[in-house]
């Protein structure tokens, strides 16, 4: 692919929707046919034709709007983050391969990092140099991170790491590991805490495959073997981890992946046109069952559309969004993971003799079917969710 040209960005001052447009005029005259997952050409994109296109949607302005010129970013505001991430969730594109570094690590390195660790990281981040895992999950410490185990013991000008993680996206393809350890024992809980930006590359680090109910290897446990790291890798101050780790999560369950409610409404877009396609199951359409359960989803998703706005405004007036984040998280992946149920129950009846689109929505929504069974589990599980709005926003008591 071909993607070495670079477009004029407009200014967004010039108009409110300005960058929007620019958004839907480049990626409808460049996004290659074969990455949309409603067409016909679909096939799934090798590492090195994603990362393609993500530097090319980044050269177009479309990556890294909020992050400062100094460290590669466009300095724009949420505005205009939220404006492009409506475009790209109206198409039906895959995910990004380099999420973990876009949304997790290069916010954190903004937040807590040295100087040289961002010169060095984030434009490397942004033009798809490197790409990135998180080691947070242990066995003994999912959504708990008070639980964890992984230590880390400094050694002069450097640190010493044993641990194990585990559910980790993407370690296979990772040239580094934004890594929790602790510092003290378990009985410190959020005392001790701290982050390090390790090369995956390290002796000592053993990534392990883990093979998911989609038959892909996305996730894996990483196991650390007296990993020695200089004290250079370190992010913040060794009682900063716990801090770092909750705005990791505060941005991931309220900032992060803006376009999910306007992806969803592609997904039932390509659900419906996919149905009409087939005479049997455009008659399953006209059932009224089937009329209520799809008008609760749009229902549902213009719900997250007003969730993720209000979010926005009140970001851009100067509120810190902190435990709400947990109420578009809990939304967004119970809704998703309802409505996947009711795709998988129309495109089950998916026949050999079904039209060709129906047919590519089967493969499709039998997948996201599959896969929507961890989005009430990562980034936070459902109950972890729960509590922290009972807590945090009713002030409920913990004894209740």
């Known amino acids: 692919m071909d993607f070495y040209s670079k477009p004029v960005i407009p200014n967004p001052a010039t108009s409110p929707d300005a960058y929007r447009k620019h958004a839907r005029e480049w990626l409808t005259n460049n996004v290659p046919t074969h990455m949309l997952a409603d067409s016909l050409d679909y096939r799934a994109p090798t590492l090195q034709e994603s990362s393609d296109w993500e530097a090319a949607m980044y050269r177009a ?23 492009v991430n409506k475009e790209i969730g109206a198409l039906a594109m895959p995910e990004s391969v380099s999420s973990i570094g876009k949304e997790l690590a290069g916010p954190i390195i903004m937040t807590v990092g040295t100087e040289a660790q961002k010169q060095t990281f984030l434009p490397a981040i942004l033009q798809m140099k490197n790409y990135w895992c998180q080691g947070f999950s242990e066995p003994d410490a999912g959504s708990d991170l008070v639980r964890l185990r992984t230590r880390a013991i400094q050694e002069g000008d450097s640190w010493r790491i044993n641990g194990q993680k585990i559910w980790t ?11 929790l350890t602790r510092t003290g024992t378990v009985a410190d809980k959020h005392r001790g805490l701290l982050m390090f ?27 650390f073997d007296d990993v020695v790291v200089p004290d250079s890798a370190r992010l913040g101050a060794p009682d900063e981890g716990w801090g770092a780790a909750i705005r990791v999560l505060s941005i991931e369950r309220a900032t992060n992946r803006m376009y999910r409610a306007w992806r969803f409404e592609c997904e039932l877009r390509q659900l419906v046109q996919a149905s ?32 993720v706005e209000k979010s926005v405004d009140q970001l851009m ?32 009846q998916v ?11 089967r493969q499709h929504f ?14 936070g599980t459902t109950e972890v969710q729960l509590d922290i709005i009972a807590q945090r926003i009713m002030q409920l008591p913990k004894d209740i």
């Not at 930006?197 to 038959?215: E, F, K, L």
């Not at 100067?318 to 578009?328: E, H, M, P």
């Open 61 to 83: 302005g479309l990556a890294g709007m909020t992050w400062p010129k100094t460290y590669g970013g466009h300095g724009l505001g949420l505005r205009e983050h939220l404006a």
């Open 169 to 179: 996206s993407g370690a296979a393809k990772a040239h580094y590991c934004l890594l």
């Open 197 to 223: 930006a390790v090369p995956m590359d390290t002796p000592g680090i053993r990534v392990v495959p883990i093979r998911s109910i989609d038959n892909k290897e996305s996730f894996a446990e990483v196991f």
């Open 276 to 307: 009409l396609s087939d005479r049997e199951l455009s008659l399953r359409l006209k059932e009224s069952y089937y009329q209520r359960r799809i008008g609760q989803v749009l229902s549902e998703i213009d719900a997250l559309k007003g969730l």
């Open 317 to 348: 007036a100067g509120d810190a969004i902190g435990a709400r984040g947990s109420l578009t998280k809990l939304y967004w992946s119970e809704c998703h993971q309802a409505f996947m149920a009711l795709a998988q129950e129309i495109v089950s």
């Open 351 to 361: 026949g050999p003799s079904s039209s060709a689109l129906a047919q590519r929505a």
């Open 366 to 379: 039998t997948t996201a079917y599959l896969f929507s069974h961890a989005e009430t589990i990562y980034a």
